[in-house]
């Protein structure tokens, strides 16, 4: 499926625009199966689907605030599992995004000792309810619409901690491709993260399964956890032999 996608992906950089019809009689595929692909690659936000077909994505980003509207309640429910896996004394690392920021919420007012290191300006703001979480910001620079830090210097503080765990979201997990994401400079924070973990949990609502994003973030040798929903397009049984837990919840 990746070589298809990178195909209309490549035909997309030609084009402003391609139909289902057009991708169909290309790829010798049928029109269901186009769209299936279409779908999936407009959820990465790699391209933007169209009313019979798709188009290349509009300039610009998404706003977190209108990201974290998309599977809202099946981000609530992955970030509630994944607070749950935290222990009294931990170093963590908390990602940013919408589903990483329903981990925040959720955090037990009862947890002890928790240290929290985070490069998401809004999670950080959600924890200041926390009085027995220490809070710790990356510095960097800030990438607005993800209240987001990343270098120049957000790799400083990273490189001196070694967390328990990481909680990391994505744009993309994928069986040979493994954890992908839209965004470059992100991509570069989230590697350290995980360069500087015991334990990596992905985060990833059931779009993101079986999709490939822009930016390779580790493969999926190096992920402890995987926490998803329980739609996910792809079945979850092609991640059980490189990832040793697999959440559907």
């Keep these: 499926m990746h070589q298809r996608q990178g195909q209309i992906l490549q035909l997309l950089t030609r084009q402003e625009q391609v139909s289902v019809s057009e991708l169909s ?68 690392f908390l990602d940013v995004g919408s589903t990483i920021t329903e981990v925040a919420r959720h955090l037990s007012p009862a947890l002890q000792g928790v240290t929290v290191v985070t490069s998401g300006l809004n999670i950080a703001l959600e924890l200041e309810r926390l009085p027995n979480v220490q809070v710790m910001v990356t510095g960097g620079t800030l990438r607005r619409l993800q209240h987001s830090l990343v270098n120049p210097y957000a790799s400083d503080l990273i490189s001196r901690i070694r967390a328990d765990r990481l909680f990391l979201g994505c744009n993309g997990v994928h069986p040979q491709h493994g954890v992908t994401n839209a965004n470059h400079e992100e991509a570069e924070i989230k590697a350290q993260m995980v360069r500087n973990s015991k334990v990596v949990v992905v985060l990833a609502d059931h779009s993101k399964i079986g999709a490939v994003s822009r930016a390779h973030i ?32």
């Design 25 to 92: 009689s290309l790829l010798g595929v049928s029109e269901v199966t186009v769209r299936g692909d279409l779908d999936q690659l407009g959820r990465a936000g790699l391209l933007r689907r169209t009313r019979g077909g798709a188009a290349r994505p509009l300039e610009g980003e998404q706003a977190l605030e209108e990201s974290s509207k998309q599977y809202a309640a099946a981000k609530r429910r992955i970030g509630r599992a994944a607070a749950a896996l935290i222990q009294n004394g931990e170093t963590i």
């Design 218 to 249: 580790t493969a999926l040798a190096n992920v402890h956890t995987l926490i998803t929903n329980q739609h996910a397009h792809r079945p979850l049984s092609e991640y059980a032999a490189e990832i040793p837990q697999v959440l559907s919840v």
